[in-house]
């Protein structure tokens, strides 16, 4: 208590006895907080409490150093000095005023208060430097920039790369003057950016510099396949296409027949074309497509060069899918070459060649085992239907299947009868033989039932052949025409319920294009 009524007391001498005292009190610096290098800053420094008549030394020091002393002056009863002073990096820091009375060492010297003093190097010469290496190389390897300035502090940097500000993500550390990408990929190339800013108070300084960086894609694995080119009538030649989905270009592409590399290529492409000459019906030897582009060399498999002309039998199948009331809804036809390696299909209505889908068909391909024929069983669908099968490489000759009556009317007329036959027969059966026969019976009925209707449903081709059908004239290469006259029943059995079921979704799916269509 008595302490701090003491403080007190004193306190109070010390502010009335004012400028009267004898003793320095701490000088106080008067300036601003922040400065551009280069300007020249006038800093005070006012001796708050000084003792009168005593001519008072003002000297101004950076805070922890006063070897280097930054301004000096002499004050008398309580005048405000002023330091002038051309501004370097130097001074920024803490800076002090030290008072000092200059004739009276009995008074002590006093420190101000520190005054903090930012100094602003505009930013300048900023430059790029790519610390990893080359500034083209491949996806998977390291990046790392830094970004140098000649002059600037106080900077704040920022990357950009194709004008878009590259972000901090687990491969991209962004951090001040440093960029760094781990494992690459080209979505990483682009022209790169930094750009280095400062301010003082609302002026804004910046520095930029720019590099191109190529990361490239390691080629990937080609694919390889060949199409054949029919030269003149008896000469052809395989065209080998050996193609990289990845990849940057340029990219070397090497044909190999086993170990003998039959030819090369440098594209500026991730695809390339070899033309071979091909002799039908030979086997030429293995190719492989090697392909690189700087890295690594990736190889793709290996393909036989051969290719078997289509030759014949074409045999034409059939089954067919049942509905809900046991109508028959859909057939379906299969057409297969004995062999070639390239077969082309097509299916013929009457004398009309089908394209890939109409209102009541589809034409699937299954090149080079088959070829189906979906068809939903209608009105338009009766006919006459077979199928030809040509090289896919010359047309000019081709080898018709068998050939397939369709009659839907009678089918639908047959069913109807065929149910009322079994069901006569059931009721005769009812009374004439024991139940215990009697199931027997119908499993065999039944059995019979499928058979009937797929027989007379597919007349044979004689009858066609017989009717207003003249082949000759269909197609003029008689010869090459070979015709199965029996018709190959292949017959439905119950296992394909499957295959039915598949028709079925099909043949919805055709009505209700035929709904939706104009
Ligand atoms: C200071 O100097 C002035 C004139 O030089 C004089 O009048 C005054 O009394 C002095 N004050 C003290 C405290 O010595
Ligand atoms: C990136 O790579 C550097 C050196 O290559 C490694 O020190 C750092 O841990 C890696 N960072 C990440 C996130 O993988
Ligand atoms: C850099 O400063 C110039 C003017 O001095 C300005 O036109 C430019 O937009 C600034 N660039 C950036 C990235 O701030
Ligand atoms: C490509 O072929 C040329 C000769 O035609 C050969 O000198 C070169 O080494 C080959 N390049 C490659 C990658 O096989
Ligand atoms: C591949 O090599 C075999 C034998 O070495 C030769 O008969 C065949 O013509 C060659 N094929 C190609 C496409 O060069
Ligand atoms: C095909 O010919 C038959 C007669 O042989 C005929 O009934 C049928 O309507 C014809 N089909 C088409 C689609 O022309
Ligand atoms: C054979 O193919 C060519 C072109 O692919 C076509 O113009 C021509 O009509 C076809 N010939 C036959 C008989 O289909």
């Not at 030429?284 to 290996?302: F, H, M, P, V």
């Amino acid at each position: 208590m008595s302490a701090s009524l003491f403080v007190v007391i004193l306190g109070f001498c010390i502010c009335s006895k004012g400028s009267s005292w004898s003793t320095l009190g701490r000088p106080e610096v008067i300036g601003p907080s922040e400065a551009l290098v280069k300007s020249i800053i006038e800093f005070q420094c006012e001796p708050k409490i000084y003792p009168e008549n005593e001519t008072i030394l003002l000297q101004l020091f950076k805070k922890d150093n006063r070897d280097k002393m930054l301004g000096e002056s002499t004050s008398l009863n309580g005048e405000v000095v002023t330091m002038p002073m051309i501004i370097t990096p130097y001074h920024e820091g803490s800076l002090e005023c030290v008072a000092e009375a200059l004739h009276n060492y009995n008074i002590e010297p006093t420190v101000s208060y520190p005054h903090y003093l930012k100094v602003v190097v505009p930013v300048e010469g900023a430059e790029i430097d790519v610390l990893s290496g080359p500034v083209d190389f491949f996806e998977g390897e390291t990046l790392e920039l830094r970004c140098d300035l000649i002059a600037g502090n106080h900077v704040s940097y920022e990357w950009l790369l194709n004008g878009q500000l590259v972000s901090q993500s687990p491969l991209h550390h962004v951090a001040d003057n440093n960029l760094l990408i781990n494992r690459t990929t080209s979505k990483d190339s682009g022209s790169y950016m930094c750009v280095a800013t400062n301010h003082f108070k609302k002026t804004k300084f910046n520095s930029s510099s720019a590099v191109m960086i190529t990361v490239k894609d390691v080629v990937s694995m080609p694919d390889i396949s060949f199409t054949v080119l029919k030269e003149d009538s008896h000469s052809y030649s395989a065209e080998v296409t050996c193609q990289s989905t990845r990849g940057t270009p340029p990219v070397t592409f090497s044909l190999h027949n086993g170990t003998e590399l039959v030819a090369n290529i440098t594209i500026e492409e991730r695809s390339a074309t070899f033309k071979v000459p091909l002799v039908l019906g030979q086997h030429l030897g293995r190719l492989q497509c090697q392909a690189n582009n700087g890295d690594r060399t990736e190889l793709s498999q290996w393909i036989p060069l051969e290719v078997v002309p289509v030759g014949g039998p074409v045999m034409m199948h059939h089954d067919y899918d049942v509905g809900e009331n046991d109508a028959v809804i859909g057939v379906r036809f299969g057409c297969k070459a004995a062999k070639g390696s390239l077969p082309q299909y097509r299916w013929f209505l009457n004398k009309t060649l089908l394209h890939d889908r109409g209102s009541f068909y589809k034409v699937i391909n299954q090149p080079p085992e088959q070829s189906i024929l979906l068809l939903s069983v209608g009105t338009s669908s009766a006919g006459t239907y077979h199928c030809e099968v040509s090289d896919s490489f010359d047309n000019t000759s081709s080898i018709s299947s068998n050939w397939m009556y369709l009659d839907t009317e009678v089918l639908n007329r047959l069913h109807v009868s065929v149910v009322a036959v079994v069901f006569g027969c059931f009721a005769f059966l009812v009374v004439l033989v024991s139940i215990c026969c009697l199931v027997g019976a119908m499993f065999r009925r039944r059995k019979y039932g499928g058979r009937s209707q797929v027989n007379l449903e597919m007349e044979r081709m004689e009858a066609a052949h017989e009717g207003d059908l003249d082949l000759s004239e269909y197609n003029g290469d008689a010869d090459l025409v070979t015709m199965a006259r029996g018709v190959e029943f292949d017959q439905a059995s119950e296992a394909s319920v499957d295959k039915w079921l598949q028709m079925k979704d099909w043949k919805k799916t055709l009505e209700d294009e035929a709904v939706e269509g104009p």
